[in-house]
Nanobody, 122 residues
Framework: QVQLVESGGGLVQAGGSLRLSCAAS????????MGWFRQGSGKEREFVAA???????LVADSVKGRFTISRDNAKNTVSLQMNSLKPEDTAVYYC????????????????WGQGTQVTVSS
């Protein structure tokens, strides 16, 4: 069992930056792939970025070059650095984990956090 708690969301102007963090419980954090997803109002949940236990990464084209995912296995945390934010990045951002999957499909991730709101004003 893994419990995930996100933090770091908030209101920022377009062009600004935010850093989201996800704290995971459990001793086996290091064996899980971790992902970030987001869901805008009235939209489906979409993939943002993912990272393997060995820190290989996958990033959505819509955020490539602006967002960076990283993890610290010693601290059981995964982070999402978001730069050059745009109004279309406004969404609830969710942290997720999967023991056996690394990819873009949200249904393949086993555990989810409660989400943190990111709002980008124009």
């Amino acid at each position: 069992q893994v419990q995930l708690v996100e933090s770091g969301g908030g209101l920022v102007q377009a062009g600004g930056s935010l850093r989201l963090s996800c704290a995971a419980s459990g001793r086996t954090f290091s064996v899980y792939s971790m992902g970030w997803f987001r869901q805008g109002s009235g939209k489906e949940r979409e993939f943002v970025a993912a990272i393997t236990r060995g820190s290989s990464t996958l990033v959505a084209d819509s955020v490539k070059g602006r967002f960076t995912i990283s993890r610290d296995n010693a601290k059981n945390t995964v982070s999402l650095q978001m730069n050059s934010l745009k109004p279309e990045d406004t969404a609830v951002y969710y942290c997720s984990s999967s023991r056996g999957y690394f990819g873009v499909a949200p249904e393949a991730y086993e555990y989810w956090g409660q989400g943190t709101q990111v709002t980008v004003s124009s």
